[in-house]
């Protein structure tokens, strides 16, 4: 199955309420009783297997998904770089054995070719192609340079270059191909006249480059960090205020923070960067970070869920969850008496803003919410595992997204119905296993954020945004 080359959001008006009147505090449980969960063990190491053992050792390229072939997914490699840390602090594997396999993933990305043509290269002007062949490396089909997945491919290049810091020539010669990576991508170029100061989201060789642009609250603070702390070719200081000039502030499940409906868009870039206790102008006029905003949206998604306005069979205080992922098919059918719209890959997610539900989970969505609230999100994954066992839980963990309402066999276009569960996805996506193994490990030890919080490359970019206060004043 092929996912959109992009995701493209669609913002409404921002709603004016009154400011919170909060003072950047995280009522998060976070004592031992959650953290030195043996179940959370168990889901790390089959998440962190599925990255070990279905990359490539020599080239890196981590497939979009497993075990329906597929093209390598540059972002789940970004994942995959954050998780080889991971798995040498867990025990899992040897720090020489994770230093060549990333050693090797940086050469051969800054080896792959780089030009202006449709066919033949790997990427241009220092970004890389959303998907490249599993075999050749090169562009698959014709999709586009993309922006937001070069920058989650560098967070994981960059996490690895703060954490291989000892004095031998692997771990040298991986902090210098990481820096080597960053500087050569020419941010400037996205910021195109119809976008500018923005960041386009792609570029492809025939229509050049794209005239959406990253706005409003999403995935791309990553992005616009890392393009506003480059050395080489970093983007107006003004692009930060831009973005944020269109999010959209408002209560939903007497939660008030920036909405933004898939939980991802929460996820990716505050498992590489660690927003606690900073704030950039805006979050400081709400009087909260952006840590405690994706607090409140996982908080609200679960009081959704409770609520269950769709009638959707099985959603309770723990089985919820919406965000991008697969789904059973795109059809409409009745079920149990009442018409309902279904989607394949879809971002799914409830907000203010935006409700796009069908009654597909995904596991990820509670997963990647562990560092932001513990005290639900470990319940709820302990319950999805024990509720539908092995047609859920497997080899590599938790299978991408599963769907009780769905329950027609014959109208499903992946995946399986299994009776008494109803729809269960066969597929694991790296891009939803990256968050599970990277903010459990943050909950629990804080490692990818300790590291980031040493790149200058993410401190100058932060500063540029504007953003003060906590670790960027004390360390």
């Known amino acids: 199955m092929r996912r959109l080359p992009l995701r493209l959001h669609s913002l409404v008006t921002a709603i004016a309420i009154a400011t919170v009147a909060s003072a950047c505090t995280h009522t998060t449980i976070t004592g031992p009783r959650l953290g030195n969960e043996p179940f959370l063990d168990t889901l790390q190491s089959r998440t962190f297997d599925f990255f070990w053992q279905t990359t490539p050792p020599a080239t890196g390229l981590t497939p979009d998904r497993w075990p329906t072939k597929s093209f390598s997914s540059i972002a789940a490699v970004g994942f995959a770089l954050a998780a080889y840390p991971v798995g040498v602090e867990r025990g899992y594997v040897s720090r020489s054995d994770a230093a060549t396999r990333t050693l090797n993933t940086l050469r051969w990305f800054y080896r792959a070719p780089q030009g202006p043509a449709p066919s033949g290269t790997s990427g241009n002007m220092g970004f890389f192609y959303h998907f490249l062949d599993m075999d050749t490396g090169q562009r698959f089909q014709t999709v586009e340079l993309s922006t937001i997945d070069t920058a989650l491919l560098l967070g994981g290049v960059l996490f690895c270059r703060e954490y291989f810091d000892q ?4 771990e040298a010669s991986i902090r210098a191909y990481a820096d080597s990576l960053y500087l050569r991508v020419d941010w400037t170029q996205a910021t195109t006249p119809q976008t500018a100061p923005r960041i386009s989201m792609g570029q492809s060789p025939e229509h050049g480059w794209l ?13 616009y960090v890392l393009a506003l702390g480059s050395p080489t070719h970093p983007i107006d200081a003004s692009a930060w205020a831009a973005f944020t000039s269109t999010y959209t502030w408002a209560p939903f499940y007497d939660q008030a923070h920036v909405n933004f409906a898939p939980l991802f868009g929460h996820q990716y870039s505050q498992m590489f960067i660690d927003f606690r206790g900073i704030q950039d102008p805006f979050m400081k006029s709400h009087g909260i970070d952006y840590f405690e905003n994706s607090r409140r949206a996982t908080l609200s998604q679960r009081s959704y869920a409770i609520a269950n306005p769709g009638g959707y069979t099985d959603y309770s205080a723990n089985i919820w969850g919406l965000t991008a992922s697969d789904g059973p098919s795109d059809t409409t059918l009745t ?10 890959y879809r971002a799914r997610g409830a907000a203010a803003n935006e409700v796009t539900d069908d009654g597909t989970l995904a596991p990820t969505a509670a997963g990647g919410s562990i560092a932001f609230a513990p005290e639900i999100s470990i319940p709820a994954l302990k319950a999805m595992r024990q509720k539908y066992g092995n047609a859920l839980f497997q080899q590599y963990g938790f299978l991408d997204a599963f769907n009780p309402t769905f329950t027609d066999a014959g109208a499903a276009r992946a995946g399986k119905v299994v009776p008494g569960i109803g729809w269960v996805d066969t597929d694991y996506l790296g891009i939803d296993q990256g968050p599970i193994l990277g903010m459990i490990e943050n909950y629990r030890s804080g490692l990818i954020w300790k590291y980031m919080r040493k790149s200058p490359y993410i401190r100058k970019g932060l500063e540029r945004a504007g953003f003060t206060g906590g670790w960027l004043t004390t360390q």
């Open 167 to 170: 004095p031998n020539d692997t």
């Open 335 to 344: 079920l149990g008496g009442r018409t309902r719209q279904f989607f394949s």
């Open 211 to 223: 005239p959406y642009s990253y706005q409003g609250y999403d995935e791309a603070m990553l992005l």
